[in-house]
């Protein structure tokens, strides 16, 4: 079974500046997906950013980016020119198939 | 465009009652659909997914059950509620398997 861990159950950036959130993952599988969720205080699901795992590319979107290391299992989350907005709870997550495991979450404040 | 309803947004129940939580995906065929649970700060955890009519796969023993009757419609029941099921339900469906999923707006259960 798929594992995925986030070590940092806290964190916090200062408006403006650059944070980055990390994710180890355990599988035997070669093809799967990952993904980066957010849940503001409004606990809606919102898809941040996702990475299939044959491409070497990382992943982009906007300010929200990731490092792929497919040999070390890591996928972690980027996050430049923190707004106030992105305060949230932020979920990795693997894909493989049908099933989607998530991580247990790192809860994100951004402070003005 | 496709949007995911799903209600009650919030459901007080005493113990021993029975439960319905209804989920419908509007602007896509033949999705994938899924239900999750999340204990309060917690990840989500994958409580059924469903990949046509009435195909219901079963990740963990519960004492929830699920449905489908209808190409966008699923159902979360339960013939008598325990304590231990109070949490917050997500409904998330996907185009295809492999595909990111997109999330409801989520039902707060409190057990009384």
């Known amino acids: 079974a798929q594992t995925v861990t986030q070590s940092q159950p806290e964190m916090s950036v200062q408006e403006a500046e650059t944070v980055t959130l990390s994710c180890t993952y355990d599988?035997?599988?070669?093809?799967?997906?990952l993904f980066w969720y957010k849940q503001p205080p409004s606990r809606q699901m919102i898809l941040v950013i996702r990475?299939?795992?044959?491409?070497?590319q990382n992943a982009t979107e906007n300010r929200f980016s990731v490092n792929f290391q497919k040999a070390a299992k890591s996928f972690s989350l980027k996050i430049s020119d923190s707004q106030l907005g992105d305060t949230a709870m932020y979920f990795c997550?693997?894909?493989?198939?049908?099933?989607?495991?998530f991580g247990e979450g790192t809860q994100l404040t951004v402070n003005p | 465009s496709q949007t995911i309803h799903q209600w009650p947004a919030t459901l007080v129940q005493p113990v021993g009652s029975p439960l319905s939580l209804e989920c419908t995906v509007e602007g896509t065929s033949n999705p994938n659909l899924y239900w999750y649970r999340q204990a309060a700060g917690r990840g989500l955890q994958l409580l059924f997914y469903s990949v046509g009519i009435g195909q219901i796969s079963s990740e963990v023993p519960q004492n929830l059950s699920a449905s489908r009757p209808q190409d966008r419609q699923f159902i979360l029941s339960s013939k008598k509620l325990l304590l231990s099921d109070s949490g917050f339900y997500l409904c998330?469906?996907?185009?295809?398997?492999?595909?990111?999923?997109?999330f409801g707006d989520g039902t707060r259960l409190s057990i009384l």
């Open positions: 997550a693997f894909m493989r198939g049908s099933r989607l495991t």
């Open positions: 990475q299939e795992a044959y491409k070497q």
């Open positions: 998330a469906w996907s185009p295809e398997i492999n595909q990111p999923q997109h």
């Open positions: 599988t035997s599988e070669s093809n799967y997906y």
